[in-house]
């Protein structure tokens, strides 16, 4: 799998999970769904993105995105 499908597969997961833990723990954990947001606004306009980061030191090969 590519560092895209990387990075678009655990945004996915992050924001459903952010989701679930807001409607059965805590609807504080909605922060947790806006910080996901802002942190992929951001990534749209810098082209720096954590996730890819922590990823590509895992040793996920590149794709055409995050270069």
Not at 11 to 32: D, E, H, K, N, Q
């Amino acid at each position: 799998m590519s560092l895209d499908r990387s990075v678009l597969l655990f945004a996915g997961v992050m924001t459903l999970l952010s989701v679930m833990l807001t409607t059965l723990i805590s609807p504080y954990f909605v922060w947790f769904t806006v910080f996901i947001g802002a942190n992929l606004i951001q990534s749209s306009f810098t082209g720096f993105c954590p996730a890819a980061s922590v990823f590509r030191a895992f040793g996920v090969k590149k794709g055409c995105a995050f270069e």
